[in-house]
Nanobody, 130 residues
């Protein structure tokens, strides 16, 4: 079982930055064994993949829309995954969710699919004004 609580969202002007945090409480399995991802959902749209990081933090993958602007990272000592968002655009406005997958990075799973994740946080709102 994993409990995730996102924080760090807010209102920012276009071009600004935000850092989202997602501390995780786990039982029965260490946080460091989970593949961790970030997704987002804008009003009227489906939830979409943003970024994913493997257990060590050494492997990452990003959606094309955020590549070069966002950075996912994790601190296994703190059981926390982060999303640093720079050069924010109005189209980045959404509720951002962190998620934990039981699948290992080399499992061949498509981590861009929300169906590969087992646990989800409640989300944090990010609003970018133009």
């Amino acid at each position: 079982q994993v409990q995730l609580v996102e924080s760090g969202g807010g209102l920012v002007q276009a071009g600004g930055s935000l850092r989202l945090s997602c501390p995780c409480a786990t039982s029965g399995r260490a946080f460091s064994t989970y593949t961790m991802g970030w997704f987002r959902q804008a009003p009227g749209k489906e939830r979409e993949f943003v970024a994913v990081v493997d257990w060590s933090g050494g492997n990452t993958y990003y959606a094309d829309s955020v590549k070069g602007r966002f950075t996912i990272s994790r601190d296994n000592a703190k059981n926390t995954v982060y999303l640093q968002m720079n050069s924010l655009k109005p189209e980045d406005t959404a509720v951002y969710y962190c998620a934990a997958s039981k699948l290992f990075w080399n499992s061949g799973g498509n981590f861009g699919s929300s169906t590969k994740y087992n646990y989800w946080g409640q989300g944090t709102q990010v609003t970018v004004s133009s």
